[in-house]
Nanobody, 120 residues
Framework: QVQLVESGGGLVQPGGSLRLSCVVSGNFLAVYTMGWYRQVPGKERELVVRINRDPVITYGDHMEGRFTISRDTAKNAVELQGNNLDYDDTGVYYC??????????????WGQGTRVSVSS
């Protein structure tokens, strides 16, 4: 069974920073693209940033410049760093990973989500 375990999040002051971590655990053959999505109030879930194994980084709309992603492929872990946050960044952030199981099937897995609240 594959699980994505997230950590970090919480209350952030405007202009502050966040750091979220995610680790893929369980039984699997390989982890491919990993990334972070978010759902802010009143909007659909959107891509923040993702990274594949090459590594090639892809940013969501208006995300580049404030968010960065790093990956430890050996540990199947990824970290999101966000800077200069504002109120519109408040929402639930989800880790996502494409994972190949022992049947050689690649599926998309999600973490449980971690809440980030930007507030003074």
């Amino acid at each position: 069974q594959v699980q994505l375990v997230e950590s970090g999040g919480g209350l952030v002051q405007p202009g502050g920073s966040l750091r979220l971590s995610c680790v893929v655990s369980g039984n699997f053959l390989a982890v491919y693209t990993m990334g972070w999505y978010r759902q802010v109030p009143g909007k659909e879930r959107e891509l923040v940033v993702r990274i594949n194994r090459d590594p090639v980084i892809t940013y969501g709309d208006h995300m580049e410049g404030r968010f960065t992603i790093s990956r430890d492929t050996a540990k199947n872990a990824v970290e999101l760093q966000g800077n200069n946050l504002d109120y519109d960044d408040t929402g639930v952030y989800y880790c996502n990973a494409n994972v190949e199981d022992f049947d050689e099937v690649v599926g998309a897995y999600w973490g449980q989500g971690t809440r980030v609240s930007v507030s003074s």
